[in-house]
Antibody
């Protein structure tokens, strides 16, 4: 079955760029049925959708983060990535990648386990 | 943005009880409403999509209903593994937004 796995630094300094990658196994990021998403969750708090990317490179970002976010997809490596610029302590959170069934269930049906990113000097 | 409001924020119940969690959207979202279960230290898990469709592998004791702005998730006959936090999420329009969560605790 399809599995997602996040990877990247667990500690980022303020004002720097957070970079994470999500590797897809058991399926293809090139599947036209899905959008590949990033969602974050500050410890003990709720969920915030960051955005998603289609295999073609089309993106849709949360307006609240749009000015600082870039997502990309690498079909040859079967992974997709997130960059969040100019981070502050408010960006400290668990970051999850997830598959969104945009043409099927319109839901986040598969999630990575999440990776904790702390913003601190 | 469409705001999603869940109630209650927390709920105590016993094994075998039936519980209901409510989710209200700030705008009409038709049936573009999903429910997730999250256990400590784990990623959320999709339970219900399109307001009432059971995701594969999810027990039939989980029942979703509603349309428009008001939705409910009911769990009939609570099992020990059901004590977790539940989130609703709308897929009607971006940005995709989530409710704040309902923590279901053992009484």
């Amino acid at each position: 079955q399809v599995q997602l796995q996040e990877s990247g630094p667990g500690l980022v300094k303020p004002s720097e760029t957070l970079s994470l990658t999500c590797t897809v196994s058991g399926g293809s990021v090139s599947s036209g049925n899905y959008y590949w998403s990033w969602i974050r969750q500050p410890p003990g708090k709720g969920l915030e959708w960051i955005g998603y990317i289609y295999y073609s490179g089309t993106t849709d970002y949360n307006p609240s983060l749009k000015s600082r976010v870039t997502m990309s997809v690498d079909t040859s490596k079967n992974h997709f990535s997130l960059k969040l610029r100019s981070v502050t302590a408010a960006d400290t959170a668990f970051y999850h990648c997830a598959r969104y069934g945009g043409h099927e269930n319109y839901a986040f049906d598969i999630w990575g386990q999440g990776t904790m990113v702390t913003v601190s000097s | 943005d469409i705001q999603m409001t869940q109630s209650p924020s927390s709920l105590s119940a016993s094994v075998g009880d039936r519980v209901t969690i409510t989710c209200r959207a700030s705008h009409n979202i038709n049936t573009y409403l999903n429910w997730y279960q999250q256990k400590p230290g784990k990623a959320p898990n999709l339970l219900i999509y399109a307001a009432s469709s059971l995701q594969g592998g999810v027990p039939s004791r989980f029942i979703g209903s509603g349309s428009g702005t008001d939705f409910t998730l009911s769990i009939s006959g609570l099992h020990p593994e059901d004590f977790a936090t539940y989130f609703c999420q709308q897929s009607y329009s971006p940005p995709r937004t989530f409710g704040q969560g309902t923590k279901l605790e053992i009484k």
